[in-house]
């Protein structure tokens, strides 16, 4: 009998947030930054 | 068998994915890691609070920094065989415990006011974590997506560009609500080592190796008469690898491309500021930032997305316009001068995309000349390139704008000098590139011609 395999779509929702959500902080900061270089 | 020196449960062999393991869990476990030793180009942010309050020089409350890049390379090149050995979990810990220990030394160092400790905390042991962390998942990634290996190494040494990006905002927000006093640095590198800790320990957690003979579901190796005639089956290992005209070629690209691109990235502020300066419009401090910004943004956007380009065009001709436009942008940036500012900008952000994706294209054009088998390895031997373009490219910016300032000279007359040797260095870079050929067959690993024919495993890891 074979075991069921398992459904792994919420640790792949939870281990892009994990990485995701730092990044996207990161980005927005970033964003800010280049808003001056055309209003500096 | 299991090593004495690797914990059993740290072994590769514990770490074979099980049935239905999905390779999109692979990315995020060696993003976990990337973007944490990141954080590594936002050391400048400690610089002026540490010379402060340790009294320390520009050129001493750098050496954390340099020891660090120093010891990237190092660690990448030594370190990149019992990498391939000990597996991708293995080496995803050992990045762990040296990155986040190296800050807690740090730590205790800026507590004490002995900025040997930070030094040695931060600059030689973090500096470990940064060379094992950066080649732990490339070999891995590449046995996950053998369809698209150019897409999977853009996404993880992207990370490595995104690192800072998160590092830079929060350490200068934590040195504000901590204080920029020695009290306060030793809080701000001890939160910094404890949070990485559980940032990267996902990486730890998450990554898995496929099973022998795994493949993508619905995807088949392409025919040897279908493949472009440099992507070879056969396997070479890193000890035969760095005796190929390949490999020495390859080097000779990835510095002179990585050169290129530090060139600017080191003065980037100082440089645009000097170029508009004798302009009606003038570049000020903040414009400057906001240039450097988006500098940031080309190199990491050039990491995934001309990666993922080299999956569909190739890697030598992707690194043909690396080189090619990379070398026309600078001679656009000689002859133009201060004359547009957009035109400027494009350029820079063209090259430093280029720099990126040299830098991300380059396990998968490993990949195609010497195979899996030790892909790891060879890429951190290959990564010397970057420690000595780390030494030579703001060596020859720095060396010329000096020697042209001495001279009178005042915008971009200051780099116009560096601007055409960087040119020359590309079109070197051109040159090796046009001579990658196939590796000669005699440096291929041998097959077994008894060994058992592996069972197919596909997706989902039923055995096809």
């Not at chain 2, 449960?9 to 999905?22: F, M, T």
């Not at chain 2, 690396?322 to 940036?333: N, W």
């Not at chain 2, 046009?434 to 024919?453: G, I, M």
Request: aromatic share 10%; hydrophobic share 50%.
């Amino acid at each position: 009998m074979s075991t069921p395999v398992k459904d792994r779509r919420p640790l792949i929702v939870l281990a892009w947030l994990w990485v995701g959500l730092p990044f996207a902080y990161g980005l927005y900061e970033l964003g800010l930054k280049v808003a001056k270089l055309f209003s500096g | 068998m299991t090593s004495w020196a690797v914990p059993d449960v740290l072994d590769r062999s514990r770490s074979v994915a099980p049935p239905g393991w999905s390779r999109w869990l692979v990315p995020p476990a060696a993003l976990s890691i990337h973007l944490a030793i990141g954080q590594a180009y936002a050391w400048s942010v400690f610089k002026p609070p540490l010379e402060t309050s340790l009294h320390l020089s520009g050129t001493l409350s750098a050496l954390p920094f340099q020891l660090a890049i120093v010891m990237l390379g190092l660690s990448a090149a030594f370190g990149g065989t019992l990498v391939e050995r000990n597996g991708p979990r293995w080496a995803m810990c050992v990045s762990l415990i040296c990155f986040s220990s190296g800050f807690l030394i740090a730590s205790l160092g800026a507590a004490t006011r002995q900025y040997w400790l930070v030094v040695l905390g931060y600059g030689f042991v973090g500096g470990i974590g940064l060379g094992v962390g950066y080649i732990s998942p490339v070999s891995t990634l590449i046995k996950w997506f053998p369809d698209r290996p150019g897409m999977a190494t853009g996404i993880a040494i992207m990370g490595f560009g995104g690192g800072a990006l998160i590092a830079s905002p929060w350490s200068a927000q934590m040195l504000k609500s901590f204080g920029p006093d020695s009290s306060g640095i030793a809080q701000a590198f001890l939160v910094h080592g404890l949070v990485y800790a559980v940032f990267m320990s996902l990486g730890v957690l998450l990554v898995r190796v496929p099973p022998d003979g795994w493949k993508p579901a619905g995807w088949t190796a392409p025919a040897p008469s279908t493949v472009r005639p440099l992507i070879s089956g056969a396997d070479v290992s890193a000890r035969n690898a760095i005796r190929t005209p390949q490999f020495w070629c390859l080097w000779v690209l990835l510095c002179c491309n990585v050169t290129a691109g530090i060139g600017i990235l080191e003065k980037a502020a100082p440089m645009v500021t000097d170029f508009f300066s004798g302009t009606s419009a003038p570049v000020g401090i903040s414009a400057a930032a906001g240039f450097v910004a988006v500098l940031s943004l080309a190199n990491m956007s050039g990491r995934f997305v001309w990666s993922s380009t080299s999956d569909l065009i190739g890697r030598k001709n992707v690194y043909r316009l690396y080189l090619g436009a990379g070398a026309l942008s600078y001679l656009v940036i000689a002859i133009a001068g201060n004359a547009s500012k957009p035109l400027f900008i494009l350029c820079t952000m063209l090259i430093l995309s280029f720099y990126g994706g040299g830098f991300a294209t380059i396990p998968a054009y490993l990949k195609d000349l010497f195979g899996t088998y030790q892909v790891g390895a060879i890429h951190g031997r290959l990564l010397t390139a970057w420690s000595t373009a780390g030494v030579l490219g703001p060596l020859i910016v720095n060396a010329v704008a000096d020697a042209q300032k001495s001279a009178g000279r005042t915008g971009p007359a200051l780099y116009t000098v560096s601007v055409y040797i960087m040119v020359g260095l590309l079109v070197v870079g051109f040159v090796a590139n046009e001579l990658v050929r196939p590796v000669n067959p005699r440096f291929h690993e041998p097959t077994a011609p008894d060994a058992p024919a592996r069972a197919a495993v596909t997706e989902g890891g039923a055995a096809a």
